[in-house]
């Protein structure tokens, strides 16, 4: 079977999608696909609308059984060809909003929410990170299959040795935000103010580490899992998100986490030890921390990541392409022709 992946690139110079997603396609060429990538430069004037011609183009000189996009907007280019099936895959904001600093969508994304919800009714098959982002479509075939976890990097590793060759102190407790903290939606405040509140009422010392310690510094992926080893517990504050992957990361390398309830965390979790669910407040958060810092310990979560590693997702997916791989454009594309000709509302997404 031949697969051609649909994303986007941060820069002009990136020529791959981001480290889970290139992980996703390693494991479908693995299984046996075919797969080639068409990538969306981010930082180019009209991406998207750009990208629906050159897409149609490059399809008429290539073949291929089946196209898979990655969030709503490539979904929109995606569902613009007739040359052969189309996939969607919906990760979070493409379907639940952006956040603003106080946790409410704003206006521009609640628009495009509703672009790519009549969007899903276009495509051939639509895949849902969580059961979550599935409700909010108006479709009831959609599939849910959560990002794969590539537990052969995220594993256990011994934390003195982590410890050592990142230069922290073996003595020190360490909290991970394996995110953005100027990105809204990860709500960093909250995680900010935990750890914050701990320190005043500690005697040791807790500092709270993150993957982007300054725009330009950011943790190369395949360094996370030292950082996983290292650390004492992985902390999740977000307003809202679809299928978080680092929760699946820590469980692989046995990382507790202490977690809001977004996405499929708590179906993830389960009844995973060092593990909780907690409200998106400073002291709920503290206390969740406290838990499993005092003393440190390791979680027993290898075994749910497993269930999610990147040979079982790429299984699910392939059965997802074979069942419209060979299939005429859809009924629902027929009937929902627009939404592959929207060149005006697409090139509109850069102005955001």
Request: charged letters at 25%; glycine letters at 6%; aromatic letters at 6%.
């Amino acid at each position: 079977m031949k697969l051609l992946v649909i994303g986007g690139s941060r820069t002009l110079d990136e020529s791959g999608f981001d480290p889970w997603l290139q992980s996703q396609i390693a494991s479908l060429r693995e299984a046996g696909l075919t797969v080639d990538s068409f990538v969306i430069h981010r930082a180019e004037r009209g991406k998207y609308a750009r990208a629906i011609p050159r897409l149609r183009a490059y399809l008429a000189q290539h073949e291929y059984d089946v196209v898979h996009a990655h969030y709503g907007y490539a979904g929109i280019v995606a569902a613009a060809q007739s040359r052969c099936p189309s996939v969607v895959t919906f990760h979070g904001d493409d379907l639940l909003g952006t956040p603003d600093a106080h946790g409410h969508a704003t206006a521009w994304s609640r628009l495009w929410v509703q672009i790519h919800r009549r969007m899903a009714r276009s495509v051939d098959a639509v895949i849902a990170v969580s059961r979550e982002m599935a409700d909010v479509l108006d479709r009831a075939d959609v599939h849910v299959i959560p990002c794969g976890v590539d537990t052969s990097l995220f594993v256990p590793r011994d934390r003195d040795a982590a410890r050592a060759r990142l230069g922290w102190d073996p003595a020190k407790r360490y909290v991970f935000f394996a995110a953005n903290p100027t990105f809204p939606r990860k709500c960093f405040p909250v995680a900010r103010a935990a750890v914050d509140q701990l320190n005043r009422s500690c005697h040791d010392p807790i500092e709270l580490v993150c993957t982007h310690s300054q725009p330009e510094a950011v943790v190369p992926y395949d360094e996370v899992p030292w950082y996983m080893a290292a650390a004492d517990a992985l902390v999740v504050t977000a307003y809202w998100e679809g299928g978080p992957v680092v929760v699946k990361e820590a469980l692989a390398c046995n990382l507790p986490i202490v977690s809001v309830d977004v996405g499929d965390v708590r179906e993830m979790i389960g009844d995973t030890a060092d593990c909780s669910i907690v409200a998106r407040d400073a002291a709920a958060v503290a206390v969740g921390l406290q838990a499993v810092l005092d003393p440190p310990r390791r979680s027993n979560g290898r075994a749910r990541a497993e269930l999610v590693a990147l040979p079982r997702i790429a299984e699910r997916l392939v059965a997802v392409y074979e069942s419209v791989a060979g299939q005429p454009k859809s009924a629902a594309a027929q009937r929902h022709p627009a939404i592959s000709d929207q060149p005006s509302a697409i090139s509109a997404e850069e102005h955001r």
